[in-house]
């Protein structure tokens, strides 16, 4: 075994480890640096060890083993640290699928760097990179226009049943789009609204909560950031 290029692929993936984990520290995800070095380490160690394993270790003759089968169980076992980032929240969002990813991308970048592919490996982390980082950021500006939205969690008390049409119409007024709707009578008469909106996503939440608020038949209200 060349412990000189084990050390080459260990370092290159502790490199691109370090990418991947520090973009998600920047945007203080669950996915860290930490996480993603020894994702990406670990991944890229037991992909060396499986190859020199089926090339080094003695069989028989009629026996022939896969070099990358070590590899092939790290991708289906790390979806389960995967799935522990992805959350429901409250308001019925999913937050965690693009970490998850991540997760799974580090896994993938350790493989390939641990079965000695480093051009590829590379291009790979700067392609993932950008899916994450830069194409967003490009479908706002020119993108359709849904990609220019972003949902806000509204929820609403509302002093009488009649008067539930009137701060519909005041909301929708405010160029605020109403994605789904959910009502319950509460046990004081008022009414509880909870709701998914739609909005520009140069529309500051504040700005919202500020103008739901002063509406004449809200007595409580509450925005999220979805």
């Not at 692929?9 to 669950?30: D, N, T, V, Y």
């Not at 991540?102 to 760097?113: D, E, P, Q, S």
């Not at 160029?175 to 509880?192: C, D, P, S, Y």
């Amino acid at each position: 075994m060349d412990y000189h290029d084990a050390l080459i692929k260990l370092g290159l993936s502790a490199l691109l480890g370090f990418i991947i984990g520090l973009e998600r520290e920047l945007r203080q995800k669950p996915l860290g640096l930490k996480t993603c070095l020894v994702i990406s380490i670990i991944s890229c160690l037991l992909t060396i060890v499986s190859i020199q394993a089926s090339y080094t270790l003695p069989a028989p003759d009629h026996i022939r083993t896969d070099p990358l089968r070590l590899a092939a169980q790290i991708v289906s076992g790390i979806g389960f640290l995967g799935g522990g980032v992805i959350l429901r929240r409250g308001n019925d969002s999913v937050a965690g699928l693009t970490t998850a990813a991540m997760i799974w991308g580090a896994a993938g970048i350790g493989i390939t760097v641990g079965a000695g592919f480093y051009v590829e490996a590379f291009t790979g982390m700067v392609f993932l990179i950008l899916s994450v980082e830069i194409i967003p950021l490009v479908m706002k500006v020119i993108g359709p226009k849904q990609l220019r939205q972003r949902e806000l969690g509204l929820k609403l008390v509302i002093d009488n049943i009649e008067n539930i049409p009137k701060v519909m119409e005041q909301i929708e007024s405010m160029e605020i789009k109403v994605k789904n709707m959910r009502l319950k009578t509460l046990h004081n008469g008022a009414h509880f609204l909870q709701a998914k909106l739609s909005v520009h996503q140069n529309v500051r939440t504040v700005d919202v909560y500020f103008s739901v608020q002063s509406i004449v038949n809200v007595t409580e209200a509450e925005v999220e950031s979805v």
